[in-house]
């Protein structure tokens, strides 16, 4: 299904294209006065005027003039018209110009130089980026009034265009616009959400003009404001066809000719030293088996290199060299997996860099529209039955492992002849398999004995290496520990095997001794039987209109004995629970096996992915369901 | 002064004191470059720590003065690296202040070994596109190097040189950090024309600490200066051997307030041009006469017309002194919007402040002052430095410890502090950043400290009527009333979070199975009075019921359901800022023809002194059930040592709000 046919239809009688009359100063434009009541219901700063004017001037250069008007009515919400403009060395900003109007729309004052800030704006995680900021602020102290800012971005060298988001926070907007300007023998390639919403063509001198004009869009609740915003607003994506970018000339206007011109950027980087070529070679020759000597492979890459952020060169999208990331033993997602490619070039495997859509919403993306929307990069071998990923940016991890946040994801993969969209495989439940099995013994100060063997796999075992591997004693500890959250718990041992990177499998074995797990009166003491997994979140009562995203399916089986003093009988038992929906299965029982033991089974099978919204309310009762039965309590009594 | 009472030893050394020598057998490490030896490859843990990721095996500075004059420091570090989580080591970086070429690195080199297949060392040295430059902002660059073919095992060096044309700009250094560090080595050699004070803190023992001369050749025009060639020069030497890792936990104030560390002041020097001896460091007194000269900051108080019209705004004609302080600390924290920015530096005139509605705190507080100045108000700023940047060095008068200013204000005889940066902040609410932190009272007259302390707790009070049906199903009101930080905070939510939410927040009901419907809070225009809450509860199944009797836990609110000491041990106090008092009174309704099978008991849960306590008591009263529960923290700081009696307070309180009532219908009670 495409993400087109999600967009609810609903939104689209707001909408109203309007020919808005030019001219209008900006006296009458951002008098309060003059808005209407139907954007005032709910107590909220409003978006008077939103419009990105997009001018293609070559295919290398271009503009982009914004406008921005808010109307902040309290304090609160006076820090939220900041403005963070980023950019780097191909977009400049020229020209913020801004200034604070009254309740009336006269002007209060100007933007001044001293109201822009200029900063660093490298991610945490990277060591080179070209990316600064300029903050701009603006505050008044009478309410209400209205912050305008324009400012012009300069494009010199391009790839990614702007996406246009109607309403692009909880805010209403009075009016919003998007314009995009081509030379007239050019057509523009764009998106939209909503199929039926075209946009308006005029002609201007020697140019044409595409416009999406949208206005009096009320505001989005917080639970709205969760969901993607392109299942709740209007979303135009555009993208050039051909484009210049440093040195360099693509074409954007296919998978294909994109793919194309990504592989130009890595032509010639694949040549090893001699050194790595002999390490290749004696590995081709110890290991015929294709399988094993592409997990050899892996391995010598894993071993060698370690990911380090350094996004420099065509805009950060030029990898560095095998030669380089082999003689320094570092590099970003595309060196290194350029790397790998190299390698496996060497082992007579056929491989591809494969760009891929990472840790995003899987339904966001536009298959039917070549653009950029990637943001990182992996290994693709094409093998019988079943192809091969490899994510070379963790040296830890299973060979052909994806992970959560790579797999259902739309790659590109680039081969010789060019770019080719596929998606990747998804993992069943069963992949995902997490099995507590416990025994515990209560004593009659409520103390609980417990010895826990779990056992992981798959994305779930992903997850607990993520967190121990690396984690010194101390810290390994305290994360068993904060995992469980039992209040009054000790971790007297603990063993953990399986978390090296070729085993699929993490076993985590704890002793634990719990102070006052089962609480109580005199004569009575109660405990919750879920001691291992339990779920205490219910998802809000809302009207939903996207999908609801689980990372993956998985399968969570819980099998605990409980033994309690024979001073004790079972007075009440949590009652037996079986359910089935969309979402999944869910099943939890509590019997008495022997005298003063009893066996507590849970299973939670989540089946789904992308789950649609239509399926919300049956999602909510479902894991309200599941609440109610992890928080039941035994029950046992004096004799 | 209670916050100094873990103030680490502070050893102050002064020029010109009695030199002993120190006859120390040099256990130093054979430092030289790319001579690693093959026991630190070989080398594969460290039992002293099987927590070290990375061990520090040496780390060595040294600053002297060059024939320019200029401070130049070069470091020189060897690092094992044991495990992968210790890569980080191998990515470094060091800010410089490089406006008008104040500071430059040089000579930057970085190297990796590794122990081969056939048992050789191998190396790989950094190059140049490794090494990064990233611009801060117009004053500031930050450098960084990553090594290459980093690997469990491995050793790595670097070393680089920074010189500094201003003699301000002294390294500091630290001899302790996040691994174990075996040697740390840092020696600073100054001729005597220029003075520097060095001050030594931390736990750990120093293998040495000296002051003695040494001789340095100078040349060209330096060698004027100095007069003597060579010159006896001052030398600092610092040695700590065997430093264990210092690793952060949570509620610590700062863990540099940990660290052994040496730090430098230029406290004295001969003028290049004039011969003429210059007093840079001197006492408290002349750091406070210094401030109140300066024009970025003590001039700041002046009153222009403004100022004035806007405090006679503010105060609309109000008479009591009081009221004409928090009417003028109202409108600013309400009309100035604080942009994150510390520091003593003022950046722009009360006036401009009027006109931009932002500014650094210094710019805040100046104008608060100005303003209380025009109401004739004695008034005074007081500096400190923030809980996160660290404990002010009494020893070691300098204004570069401080990195904050609020307002001081006199009235009746009695100190109130203002700190103007948030707006639902009552004036007498200190930011949680400042509790605890000595402030320098900057005023004519003798120096004077003020302890920033706060008598506000978090205080929050409730009461619940639910009813519960023979289904499980809970219903009702409950109503809450949040004063001093409970109020602070809840307030500083109401930009960004829904009632609801902070509800839910405030009644700790997130996981409790009951849900929030809907909240309507009082109080929220004025932030001196207590905010209130009025909610509508529902929770659904809320109790269990099984063979005709109902199992439900009365807390509906106020519940901890987490606790916030899950480790075992701790090595530094618990620091929480402020006490607490939550006090919950709940009726609760059965459902008809239900009564209690069993009367739980009450619950007394307490700490030596009072520092913290529980209690809670349920009382049944016709078909309804009274409980009343009251949680005080009373002390702010445990120390490591009562951390396991806190640590066990928390977990028997858990356990007694996790109570269970059990509920029989009237004609079912067995005899």
Do not use: I, V, Y
């Given at each position: 299904m495409s993400i087109v046919s999600r967009v609810c239809v609903a939104s689209c009688c707001l909408i109203i294209l309007l020919s808005r009359g030019r001219g209008a100063s900006n006296e009458q434009r951002y008098s309060v006065e003059r808005l209407s009541p139907k954007l005032m219901a709910e107590p909220s700063s409003i978006v008077r005027n939103f419009t990105e004017h997009f001018t293609v001037v070559d295919h290398k250069k271009a503009e982009l003039v914004v406008t921005l008007a808010t109307t902040v009515f309290k304090s609160g919400d006076r820090e939220k018209t900041d403005l963070i403009l980023y950019y780097n060395r191909f977009i400049t900003i020229e020209n913020i110009e801004g200034a604070i109007y009254d309740s009336k729309g006269q002007k209060v004052r100007s933007l001044s130089g001293e109201d822009i800030q200029d900063y660093s704006a490298i991610s945490d995680y990277s060591l080179f980026e070209d990316t600064r900021a300029k903050v701009v602020t603006l505050y008044h102290d009478v309410y209400p009034y209205t912050i305008e800012y324009v400012y012009r971005e300069k494009f010199d060298g391009y790839l990614n265009w702007p996406v246009w988001t109607a309403q692009s926070s909880e805010y209403p907007v009075e009016y919003s616009k998007f314009e995009v300007e081509v030379p007239q023998t050019d057509s523009l390639r764009y998106w939209c959400n909503i199929d039926t919403l075209l946009p308006a063509m005029s002609k201007s001198r020697d140019r044409k003009v595409y416009r999406w004009e949208a206005q009096l869009l009320p505001k989005l609740s917080k639970s709205e404001m969760e969901e993607d915003l392109v299942h709740r607003t209007i979303v135009v994506r555009i993208a050039p066809g051909v484009f210049e970018l440093d040195r360099t000339t693509g074409d954007l206007s296919s998978w294909q000719s994109f793919g194309q011109w990504y592989r130009q950027l890595t032509i010639g980087k694949d040549v090893l030293p001699p050194d790595a070529r002999r390490a290749v070679e004696e590995i081709n020759h110890v290991t015929p088996n294709i399988q094993a000597r592409i997990t050899k492979l892996y391995k010598y890459l894993q071993s060698r290199t370690r990911y380090v952020s350094i996004q420099l060169g065509i805009g950060g999208w030029e990898p560095f060299s095998a030669t380089y990331v082999h003689e320094r033993g570092y590099g970003d997602c595309k060196a290194l997996s350029n790397y790998m490619v190299a390698l496996l070039k060497a082992g007579g495997v056929e491989a591809y860099p494969a760009l891929i859509s990472h840790a995003t919403p899987a339904s966001l993306f536009v298959e039917n529209f070549p653009s950029n929307q990637f943001n990182h990069c992996i290994v693709c071998v094409p093998m019988h039955p079943d192809t091969l990923w490899l994510e070379c940016t963790d040296p830890y991890r299973p060979a052909g492992f994806l992970g959560g946040d790579n797999e259902g994801r739309a790659a590109m993969v680039v081969t010789s002849g060019g770019g080719q969209l596929i998606r990747t495989p998804c993992t069943s439940s069963d992949d995902n398999l997490q099995i507590h099995h416990g025994n515990i013994v209560l004593d009659d100060a409520g103390t609980a004995k417990a010895l826990l063997v779990s056992t992981v796999e798959g994305n779930e075992r992903d997850d607990v290496r993520a967190h121990l591997l690396l984690a010194t004693p101390e810290k390994r500890q305290q994360w068993l520990l904060d995992d469980l959250q039992l209040p009054g718990a000790d971790l007297i041992t603990y063993r953990l095997s399986g978390l090296e990177a070729d085993s699929m499998r993490t076993t985590i074995g704890m002793d634990l001794s719990i102070d006052r797990y089962a609480s109580g009166s005199a004569e009575r003491i109660f405990f919750q039987p879920a001691m291992v997994e339990r779920r205490t979140y219910v998802p809000p009562d809302v009207v939903r209109r996207s999908p609801v995203n689980f990372p993956y399916r998985y399968h969570d089986v819980d099998s605990l004995v409980y033994h309690f003093p024979p001073s004790y009988k079972c007075e009440a038992m949590p009652k037996e629970v079986s359910l089935s929906s969309p979402v999944g299965t869910f099943s939890s029982s509590v019997r008495e096996i022997d005298a003063n033991t009893l066996l507590y089974v849970r299973d939670l099978r989540v089946n789904a992915i992308a789950l649609a919204p239509a399926y919300y309310g049956e999602y909510r009762k479902f894991f309200a369901d599941v609440v109610k039965s992890d928080k039941s309590k035994v029950v046992l009594v004096r004799n | 002064m209670s916050s100094f009472r873990l103030l680490p030893i502070i050893i102050l050394l002064l020029f010109f004191s009695i030199l002993i020598p120190l006859h120390v057998f040099c256990q130093a490490p054979a430092a030289e470059w790319g001579n690693v030896p093959m026991s630190d490859l070989t080398m594969s843990s460290f039992p002293n720590d099987t927590n070290a990721t990375a061990v520090v095996l040496f780390d060595i500075g040294e600053t002297h003065m060059n024939d320019e004059l200029d401070l130049e420091f070069t470091r020189f570090t060897r690092i094992k690296i044991?495990?992968?989580?210790?890569?980080?080591?191998g990515t470094q970086s060091a800010i410089l202040y490089t406006k008008d070429n104040y500071q430059q690195i040089s000579d930057i080199e970085g190297a990796t070994y590794t122990l081969g297949g056939d048992g050789k060392i191998l190396k790989n040295e950094i190059d140049d596109k490794a090494i990064f430059e990233e611009k801060?902002?117009?004053y500031r660059t930050k450098f960084k190097f990553t090594l290459p073919k980093l690997s469990a095992g491995c050793v790595i060096e670097y070393k680089f040189k920074i010189r500094s044309t201003s003699w301000n700009f002294i390294e500091d250094w630290t001899f302790q950090h996040n691994e174990p560090v075996l040697w740390s080595e840092y020696t600073v050699r100054i001729p005597p024309q220029i003075h520097y004070d060095g001050v030594t803190r931390g736990y750990e023992k120093f293998f040495v600490n000296e002051v003695t001369d040494a001789p340095q050749s100078f040349h060209g025009d330096a060698s004027a200066y100095v007069h003597a060639n060579p010159v006896r020069c001052n030398q600092y030497h610092w040695v700590i051997k065997d430093a264990p890792a210092l690793r952060s936990e949570p509620y610590v104030t700062s863990i540099q307030d940990y660290a052994s560390k040496a730090e430098l002041q230029l406290s004295a020097y001969i003028d290049r041009q004039s011969g003429v001896p210059v007093k840079v460091l001197k006492d408290w007194e002349s750091v406070v006469n210094e401030l109140l000269i300066s024009p970025r900051f003590g001039r700041r108080v002046e009153v222009s017309g403004d100022v004035r019209r806007t405090a006679d705004a503010a105060m609309n004609h109000v008479v009591p002194q009081l009221d004409k302080v928090k009417s003028i600390y109202d409108y600013v924290r309400r009309t100035i919007v604080w942009n994150g920015t510390n520091g003593l530096t003022v950046y722009q005139t009360p006036d401009e402040v009027l006109k931009t509605k932002k500014g650094s705190i210094a710019d805040i507080t100046f104008l608060l002052l100005s303003m209380l100045n025009a109401a004739d108000i004695p008034c005074y700023p007081v500096v400190l430095s923030t809980r996160d940047n660290g404990q002010i060095q009494l020893v070691y008068p300098i204004v570069n410890q401080f990195n904050y200013v609020i307002a001081g204000v006199t009235l009746n005889g009695a100190e109130i502090y203002l700190d103007a940066t948030d707006p639902h902040r009552p004036y007498d609410v200190l930011p949680f950043k400042v509790i605890g932190t000595q402030g320098l009272i900057v005023r004519q007259g003798p120096v004077q400290w003020a302890t920033m302390a706060t008598k506000k707790k978090y205080v929050q009070s409730t009461t619940a009527a639910v009813s519960l049906s023979a289904e499980g199903k809970i219903e009702g009101t409950v109503d809450g009333l949040a004063d001093g930080y409970a109020a602070v905070n809840s307030r500083d939510d109401l930009d960004s979070k829904s009632r609801n939410e902070i509800a839910e927040k405030i009644f700790s009901t997130k996981g409790s199975g009951l849900t929030i419907d809907s909240t309507l809070i009082e109080g929220e225009e004025s932030s001196e009075s207590p905010l209130k809450f009025h909610s509508r509860v529902v929770g659904e199944d809320y109790a269990q019921s099984s063979a005709g009797l109902l199992y439900v836990n009365p807390l509906v609110v106020n519940r901890w359901l987490r606790t916030p000491f899950a480790t075992p041990v701790r090595k530094y106090p618990v620091d929480m800022g402020y006490g607490s008092v939550i006090s919950t009174s709940i009726v609760l309704t059965l459902p008809k023809g239900y009564q209690l099978r069993e009367l739980p008991r009450d619950q007394m849960i307490t700490f030596p002194n009072n520092a913290l306590s529980y209690t809670q008591s349920i009382t049944p009263e016709g078909n309804t059930i009274h409980l009343t529960a009251r949680f005080e923290v009373n002390e702010s700081e445990f120390s490591p040592r009562l951390y396991s009696r806190v640590r066990d307070f928390y977990s028997q309180m858990i356990s007694a709000q996790n109570i269970q009532l059990v509920l029989e219908q009237a004609s079912k009670k067995p005899k």
């Open positions: - | 044991l495990k992968d989580a210790g890569f980080s080591w801060l902002d117009d």
